[in-house]
């Protein structure tokens, strides 16, 4: 059974009172939400102020990103083990802006995956497509590259330890979704990759879909049968759409919803 996780990626926005005033807000919209894993991503400078207004709260604290070294002459850079200290669960590596505006690798990708599970950090790996890829029918073939390299030599001791974002570049701030037919096929096929590298594991291995997640159309996307939660970026940085989103509704026999409360 995988319990569905809602990330909300604030990217660079808020100063701390802001960060703190959005929590405040979420806090009394989804104290009742049961059943499903929320995290919240703030910027640095925010993470240690939200790690302390969400003691007692249903919703975790990830880091947007985060070096592979352990410390030293890094100039700029934050270690997992500051991320812990500030109150991380979770950390995103590999987001497809890491990528193209700070040159990101998947090498690189691969050390932080490592790196976050060593330390006890849950790597939130981000794959995906740009659309020139999509258009020249290489969707499939670009996943697999991203996804084999950062998870080469990885290991993990529970599925829970891992989870993976499928967010096609194009419909990310775009306003662009895939459709839930385009999301869960690529799903299906990112399951199979993690199959072939973690066996049964990857059966319970969460796997996101981010682009564009909004109220309108989460229920949809979550119907998918491989689709277990969302990267939410634009929607996250208001209350009442982030809360809607958390609350997204699967119909009843659309998929085994048990769990799910
Ligand atoms: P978006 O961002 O929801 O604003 O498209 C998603 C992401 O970048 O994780």
């Given at each position: 059974?995988?319990?569905?996780?809602?990330?909300?990626?604030?990217?660079?926005?808020?100063?701390?009172?802001?960060?703190?005033?959005?929590?405040?807000?979420?806090?009394?919209?989804?104290?009742e939400v049961k059943g499903r894993e929320i995290v919240l991503a703030p910027p640095f400078?925010?993470?240690?102020?939200?790690?302390?207004?969400?003691?007692?709260?249903?919703m975790t604290l990830a880091a947007q990103n985060f070096y592979w070294e352990d410390k030293g002459a890094f100039t700029g850079e934050v270690s997992a083990e500051m991320l812990l200290?500030?109150?991380c669960d979770y950390v995103i590596a590999g987001h497809s802006e890491r990528r193209q505006l700070f040159a990101e690798t998947d090498e690189?990708?691969?050390?932080?995956?490592?790196?976050?599970?060593?330390?006890?950090?849950?790597?939130?790996?981000?794959v995906g497509e740009t659309l020139a890829e999509r258009e020249s029918g290489e969707t499939f073939s670009v996943i697999e590259r991203q996804l084999t390299t950062s998870l080469r030599t990885v290991n993990i001791s529970i599925p829970e330890d891992l989870v993976i974002a499928y967010e096609p570049v194009w419909a990310i701030g775009t306003g662009k979704t895939a459709t839930p037919g385009q999301a869960q096929e690529v799903h299906s096929y990112?399951?199979?990759?993690?199959?072939?590298?973690?066996?049964?594991?990857?059966?319970?291995?969460?796997i996101l879909y981010g682009g564009s997640v909004k109220p309108e159309n989460i229920d949809e996307l979550m119907t998918e049968p491989d689709i277990d939660g969302a990267l939410v970026g634009g929607a996250s940085l208001k209350a009442d759409l982030f809360a809607r989103i958390v609350k997204f509704k699967v119909p009843e026999m659309a998929k085994d919803t048990e769990h799910y409360l």
């Open positions: 059974m995988r319990k569905p996780v809602i990330v909300g990626n604030w990217k660079m926005n808020y100063t701390i009172p802001d960060a703190l005033e959005l929590v405040k807000r979420l806090k009394m919209m989804v104290s400078t925010a993470l240690s102020s939200v790690s302390k207004a969400l003691v007692g709260s249903n200290d500030a109150g690189g990708v691969n050390r932080k995956v490592r790196l976050a599970l060593s330390s006890g950090l849950i790597p939130v790996v981000c990112i399951r199979g990759l993690l199959k072939k590298i973690f066996n049964d594991a990857a059966d319970d291995i969460r």
